[in-house]
């Protein structure tokens, strides 16, 4: 997608905390890939996409912006700080630097976007399948997941299966969590709520009442 020389658009300072606050935590910070440091935005003539993933979650952040021409293309943002909420915060993008202006300006320089990961085929790939119940998460990448969300809004997980990504959403958010490859049996490496039966037998019962002996199949539906 051709691209013009300089991008001057402008956000509401909310928007731009916003931004910076939901996908700012999904950004990677390990060196290893320039681009993922970055927060990626796509631009549709005043309506506007934010997202960021560093290969473990991702987050986005829908926006509304004004143009002096119209704009559509997709270009990358630095981790920028907070600006006033009550401004109107004016972003340049050149090739050679970023820059933020609420009346006091930040600099950073210009990283191109490509290559980016292609996060849109990741959703359609996502959203296309069925919700199931069960998949595994080391704390350390949920924690950094939440840190995505606004304040101490209410949240929803949508599941498919143990190896897909969960779909996060929330009132001002949504972002991917990829989960991690469980190799031994959840049902007997994780601890269960115990009330007479416990939860293995419960759906082993299921299993065999539906004519599956595999209970773990089950577990989907319980």
Known sequence: MKKTKTVIFTVSGRDFNAIMSVCSPATSRDGSRETLERIE???????????????????????EYRQTKPLRGAWLLPRFRQMRADSEVTLTITPKMVSADDGMTV??????????????????????????HRVFFQKSVLIKALKCVKGNETLMLEMAGSKDAVMLRSPSMSGLIMPMVCHTDPEKQFCHLVCGLSETELLEKKGKQNGNSDGQNSAGGA
Do not use: C, H
């Open 41 to 63: 935005v796509r631009l549709d003539n005043g309506q506007g996409i934010a997202t960021a993933m560093d290969g473990y979650i991702m987050s986005q952040y829908r926006f």
């Open 107 to 132: 600099v950073a320089a210009y990283v191109d976007q490509n290559p980016y990961v292609n996060w849109p085929k990741i959703v359609e790939d996502r959203v296309a399948k069925e919700t199931v």
